[in-house]
């Protein structure tokens, strides 16, 4: 018995990566856009790059 809980367990949590996977393609892809010759970030990308910056920079700043 204790084996089949192990067994649903784990196909509970294969299901779930599974189910998220395409959802982080999708949005990594939206992100990133890759031109013929050489890769990009687009619009939303930029945003996202210029936000994570900001964060790294306010959370930097206070260490010596």
Same mark, same amino acid.
Request: glycine content about 6%; charged content about 10%; proline content about 5%.
């Given at each position: 018995?204790?084996?089949?809980?192990?067994?649903?367990?784990?196909?509970?949590?294969?299901?779930? %990566?599974?189910?998220?996977?395409?959802?982080?393609?999708?949005?990594?892809? &939206? $992100?990133? =856009?890759?031109?013929?010759?050489?890769?990009?970030?687009?619009? %939303?990308?930029?945003?996202?790059?210029?936000?994570?910056?900001?964060?790294? &920079? $306010?959370? =930097?700043?206070?260490?010596?």
């Amino acid at each position: 018995m204790r084996r089949r809980t192990k067994r649903a367990v784990l196909l509970e949590y294969t299901l779930l %990566v599974c189910s998220i996977l395409p959802l982080v393609f999708a949005v990594s892809a &939206t $992100v990133y =856009s890759s031109n013929l010759f050489s890769g990009g970030f687009g619009a %939303v990308g930029k945003s996202v790059v210029y936000l994570y910056q900001r964060i790294v &920079t $306010v959370i =930097s700043l206070p260490v010596p």
